[in-house]
Structures are given as C-alpha cells and as structure tokens.
C-alpha cells in the first residue's frame, strides 16, 4: 500500500470517531457564519449610504465582502458535505467546486485592484477622478469574473472531453482532484497559479513601495494608505496559500503522518477562511468614514431594539 491510500486510510478511520467530525464542523460553520454575520452588517451599511457609492475604493472593497461571503458559504458547505453526507453527485460537486474556485481566484485581483487605486489615489491625486471612475470600477469588476472564469471552465471542458458520460451521473467525495482529474488540469493549474502569482505580488510591491517613498514626506493619509496595502499584503499572503495548498498539504502529511485529516482542516482553516476575516479589520475597524457610518448604522439598531412595544 503507497503513502497516499496509507493517508486516505488513516483519513477514513480518523473520520468514523464520531466526536472529532462534530467539533470541526461546529468550527467551520460557526466561524463561516460569524464572518458573513460582520460582512452583512458591512453591506447593509454600504446599501444604505449613497456615499459609497460613488467611490470606486469602497464599491471594489464592497465587491471583495460580497464574493467572500459567497466563497466562505461554498467552501463551508463543502466542508460540511464531506464530513455528513460524504458522497455527492459528480454534477453537483462540478458545479460548487467551479464556483468555489472562480470565488476564490477573485480575491487576490481584487486585492491587487485595491491596491492600484490607493497607489493612484496618493501618488496621483489630481488624475485620480479622471482614472478611477464609478464606470471603470464596475467594468473592473466585471473583468475579475471573466478573468477567473476563463482560468476555471477550461477544467469542465477537458473533464466533458475525457471522461465518459456515466462518470458525471456517479457519486465521489467532493474534492477538486476527484471531479477535475486529467492530469492536464494540474498542469494548467501549476502555470495559471503561477503567473497570478508573479503579477499579483508585483503589483503589491510596486505599489506598496511607490506609496511608501511618497509617504516620507506627504500627507498622514499616505502614511494610511501604505499601512492599508501592507494589510493587502497580509492578506495577499494568506489568499495566495491557496496556489500551494497541495504543497502544504503534503508537508504537513509528512511532519504528521497519522493526522492527515486534522492537516487537512488545518490547511482550509489557514487558506479558506482566514483571508476572510481581515477585510471587515481593514475597513470596518480602520478606516474613518465607513466605521462613522458603522456606528451609527449600530447604534441605531440597538436603540431601536430597546424601544419599548
């Protein structure tokens, strides 16, 4: 028996001690729903102040909450639906994974997005109007999703190519690898990752440095906006762990060789859901004008609350 049905082995028997499957369950579920909690209240608040509106930094930071919150429902109830259910249909399992993985490329273009229009806004301000409009924001938007769209259908298409008909009406634990398998899929993978990764980090960079040097000696909201796109960065990190998730994950099967599914949830917990919960810090908590707003969305929701009937 190789290392890897060794693994699944050890996975499988790990799993059928009902309590642990329990626990990690109520983590992600209850961490999933706390996030998406704090991101509502951060939309709600976005609605109902045209302010934001016309701001290109907070409709792409908007967006960024929006496509997290549909990410972190897909990847938990895939989580949930591996633990439970285990087995799907291949179709449905197509389907969620398609939309989990397009969701989750989002994030660093968005990231890399935000940081661009901080670099414009603070090295740049008398063309920031004329360059980061609400239109080009919107069609901006729009790219991201046409962008990581084109990345992940290719992996249905060589799938509807190679594999038979009945393969799609069968049932599988519903992981990436089991539904997308041709190892041509991998490859593209390993190249698509690999330019995201080069043209994302050189955007942060550029960015982050051209706005350091102007923050020597400008204004306090320079010296704001380069400690925002370290944050990005932060968080850049963190989403960009998705591009050595099997990397990752194999190392820590070699360092834990009879923990192979606690180094599984570890891996989701660190790649999945953490990046998911600094955007609400970034802008909920640090940033002026939204957290005014926040306030006073809250407050009056609590005061409301104690009205008496």
């Known amino acids: 028996m190789n290392e890897s049905s060794t693994n699944v082995t050890a996975a499988l028997q790990y799993q059928n001690f009902f309590p642990i499957p329990m626990i990690k369950n109520v983590i992600v579920v209850v961490l999933g729903i706390c996030i998406n909690y704090i991101n509502g209240i951060l939309i709600h608040t976005f609605h109902n102040h045209q302010i934001f509106y016309m701001n290109p930094r907070y409709i792409l930071f908007i967006h960024l909450v929006i496509n997290d919150m549909i990410q972190l429902t897909l990847t938990v109830s895939l989580v949930v639906i591996s633990y439970t259910i285990n087995k799907i249909s291949v179709s449905v399992c197509c389907i969620l994974t398609l939309l989990a993985v397009i969701t989750t490329e989002n994030s660093p273009l968005n990231l890399a997005c935000m ?93 982050y440095f051209r706005i350091l040097f102007t923050a020597r000696t400008a204004s306090k909201d320079a010296k704001k906006a380069r400690n925002t796109i370290l944050l990005h960065g932060f968080q850049l990190l963190l989403c960009m762990a998705m591009y050595i998730y099997p990397q990752l994950l194999s190392a820590l099967t070699q360092w834990f060789p009879k923990n192979f599914a606690d180094s599984s949830f570890v891996c989701y917990v660190i790649v999945q859901v953490l990046p998911r919960s600094i955007s609400p810090v970034i802008y909920g908590v640090r940033d002026n004008t939204f957290r005014k707003y926040l306030k006073k969305h809250m407050f009056f929701r609590a005061g409301h609350s104690n009205k008496p009937l």
């Open 115 to 207: 940081a661009v229009e901080r670099y414009v806004a603070i090295c740049h301000p008398l063309h920031h109007l004329q360059i980061c409009t609400v239109r080009r924001t919107l069609i901006l938007v729009g790219l991201m999703w046409v962008t990581t769209s084109v990345s992940a259908l290719p992996d249905l298409f060589i799938t509807l190519a190679t594999q038979p008909l009945s393969f799609f009406h069968s049932q599988l634990l519903c992981l990436r690898q089991n539904v997308f398998p041709n190892p041509i899929i991998v490859q593209k993978m390993d190249v698509t990752y690999t330019v995201y990764l080069v043209i994302i980090w050189f955007i942060i960079f550029y960015t």
